[in-house]
T-cell receptor, first 113, second 111 residues
């Protein structure tokens, strides 16, 4: 079974703090993704990575950055957290090639006060 | 117009009923289709993965793709209260690792 883990289930941070969200997958997947999910807005892609040290912007990259130093690990960074970044953050991975199904982690509920 | 349209519901049915969940899409290049189940405050879980047109069955779940109508469906037979969740459809084009998701349908199965 594919396993995608995220560093925290719940996180509370203050405005202006730097926030790190980590994601690890154990199935040697090529591609990794970060989404946020908000009521009424669905899943929105923030960034994705198709290889180590490679990244591409998704639909809403503003205010976020990412890091992929190792194949199994993909980090999302909020340089200066703001209240409008309060959301559910979901990490996902895919094998790559002709396999497109994404496997998701349990999510991190981030609250910025 | 969104590339993928999914009725957000909510949909409420009695236990044991057959449930039909649907998505329509506008991009004829989509070839890979997925259904996810998401329980409250959890990550989406992959239920079904199909390529091109046709049916795929897994236990009480059947996924159906009609590319000519640009329409996909998920059927749940003998629905159980534990099936109460939000169901998301997703699809992708050949060579595109990004998925396009529907908004999700919130389903409640009443005992």
């Amino acid at each position: 079974d594919v396993k995608v883990t995220q560093s925290s289930r719940y996180l509370v941070k203050r405005t202006g703090e730097k926030v790190f969200l980590e994601c690890v997958q154990d199935m040697d997947h090529e591609n990794m993704f970060w989404y946020r999910q908000d009521p009424g807005l669905g899943l929105r892609l923030i960034y994705f990575s198709y290889d180590v040290k490679m990244k591409e912007k998704g639909d809403i990259p503003e205010g976020y950055s990412v890091s992929r130093e190792k194949k199994e690990r993909f980090s999302l960074i909020l340089e200066s957290a703001s209240t409008n970044q309060t959301s559910m953050y979901l990490c996902a991975s895919t094998l790559g090639g002709n396999r497109y199904e994404q496997y998701f982690g349990p999510g991190t509920r981030l609250t910025v006060t | 117009q969104k590339e993928v349209e999914q009725d957000p519901g909510p949909l409420s049915v009695p236990e044991g009923a057959i449930v039909s969940l649907n998505c329509t899409y506008s991009n004829s290049a989509f070839q890979y289709f997925m259904w996810y189940r998401q329980y409250s405050r959890k990550g989406p879980e992959l239920l079904m993965y199909t390529y091109s047109s046709g049916n795929k069955e897994d236990g009480r779940f059947t996924a159906q793709v009609d590319k000519s109508s640009k329409y996909i469906s998920l059927f749940i037979r003998d629905s159980q209260p534990s099936d109460s969740a939000t169901y998301l459809c997703a699809m992708s084009k050949q060579g595109a690792q990004k998925l396009v998701f529907g908004q999700g349908t919130r389903l409640t199965i009443n005992p």
